[in-house]
């Protein structure tokens, strides 16, 4: 392990300490910095200098930055902390909207939120005064019954029920939700395990002893996982609910370990459009900015049929092979030819491996299914469900899990055969 000499800095020197904060801030948006590049960070300041602003920020840059994505975080935290004297006040207007002040001058820039997020940690905490004359091991204790409730409260809150300070909340902890899935078994075999005998294996074995067979050699089938592909309804109808979900999408496709082999996004309105590689970005702001601007059809009309057919004409064999699981967000309502959607949703639910619809409308305790597009899609997917609240969506990740769920699909089925 490298050791490192004791650094000649004043004994009331600050510029130790500001970087060390400044270095925690970056960790917590995402930046794996630890205590090895704080030191090399103040050691190449102390070489180089901070009298040339230019300088300082390059010096930093080059100590706490080793991927393209961190750039546009480092330099938002950069300029919030180092450069701007009113930052503060910036990052206040960032997270809270209602203020009025900086964040009237200008629109937030990518990665600007985040970074306000993790300089305002603990900012606004209050430290209880401890009154004069009680003794250092009094102990204090918070009740935070009404916090859990509102939490409980929040998860099961409409989307678009929510104000501007619970839709933040919400996105954080859709953050941090996650969608296992289980591996799938492989025709590809691998060597080992109890599975059925190797006949080649042994025989090779076999040849390096002369022919003699000192044992069975056996194999197994390898595991796999499958795709994950989202089709999301960005039409005017499906505006809030699909902003939500394209935030939980961005952190299922960049959380590692879930198993999923890829994740493939799409949004659809008027017609298709694939944002797989915006979703990529670790940034969510610059991720989302960047899928809205290429979508150019958000809060438009709807076009589920015509959609479907450029899918299942374009990318269908691209990114539905090897059992990928298909999520469908939409609200069903579609004014073109009913016969077509059907037969576009045949052809996705024969491509997919499993095709799960999650439909905002069955929020509604009292829900039928009336409309003509809803009743031709309903029969060609593998589970409806809900997809209004992060309750729902944490529901997603056991509906993945268990092959056999198939939601609200058998019951309104039987309200379809009782209208006939």
Avoid at 119 to 143: F, K, M, S, Y
Avoid at 185 to 203: C, E, H, K, N, V
Avoid at 325 to 353: N, Q, Y
Wanted: hydrophobic share 40%; with cysteine.
């Amino acid at each position: 392990m490298t050791e490192y000499a004791p650094l000649d800095i004043p004994d009331q020197g600050k510029l130790a300490h500001n970087i060390t904060h400044f270095a925690r801030a970056l960790r917590k948006a995402g930046l794996a910095i630890g205590p090895g590049r704080v030191i090399d960070a103040i050691r190449a300041v102390e070489a180089a200098g901070f009298t040339e602003k230019r300088d300082f920020y390059w010096v930093l840059h080059a100590c706490f930055v080793s991927r393209p994505e961190h750039r546009p975080v480092f330099q938002q935290i950069f300029r919030l902390y180092w450069r701007d004297p009113r930052y503060l006040e910036h990052m206040m207007g960032l997270m809270l909207p209602a203020i009025k002040g900086v964040q009237e001058e200008r629109a937030a820039a990518a990665a600007e939120k985040r970074a306000a997020e993790a300089l305002l940690d603990g900012a606004n905490r209050e430290v209880p005064q401890q009154p004069e004359g009680e003794d250092d091991a009094t102990q204090i204790e918070v009740d935070a019954s009404r916090t859990m409730s509102a939490q409980e409260r929040l998860r099961s809150l409409d989307f678009e029920q929510m104000s501007i300070a619970e839709v933040a909340e919400a996105k954080r902890m859709l953050a941090r939700l996650s969608l296992p899935v289980k591996p799938l078994a492989s025709r590809r075999m691998q060597p080992g395990g109890g599975g059925q005998p190797d006949g080649r294996a042994t025989l090779r074995a076999a040849l390096r002893r002369g022919g003699e067979i000192a044992r069975i050699a056996r194999k197994s089938p390898s595991i796999r996982w499958p795709n994950l592909v989202v089709l999301c309804d960005i039409s005017g109808s499906m505006s809030q609910y699909s902003r939500m979900v394209l935030h939980f999408l961005h952190a299922v496709a960049n959380r590692k370990g879930q198993g999923w082999a890829r994740v493939h996004g799409f949004t659809f309105g008027t017609r298709l459009t694939n944002i797989t590689r915006h979703l990529r970005q670790r940034d969510v702001d610059a991720a989302l900015a960047a899928a809205g601007a290429e979508a150019q059809d958000w809060s438009g009309g709807t076009r589920i049929g015509a959609s479907l057919h450029a899918f299942n004409r374009d990318w269908s064999r691209r990114v539905l092979g090897q059992g990928a699981v298909v999520l469908l967000i939409t609200d069903g309502l579609d004014r073109d030819d009913a016969g077509a959607l059907s037969c576009e949703m045949e052809r996705l639910h024969l491509s997919a491996r499993r095709l799960i619809w999650l439909n905002p409308l069955l929020r509604w305790e009292g829900f039928a299914p009336r409309a003509s597009g809803i009743r031709a899609m309903m029969p060609h997917v593998d589970s409806l469900r809900a997809g209004h609240s992060i309750a729902s969506l944490e529901a997603l990740g056991r509906a993945i899990s268990d092959g056999g769920d198939a939601g609200e699909k058998a019951r309104l089925m039987r309200l379809i055969g009782t209208d006939r």
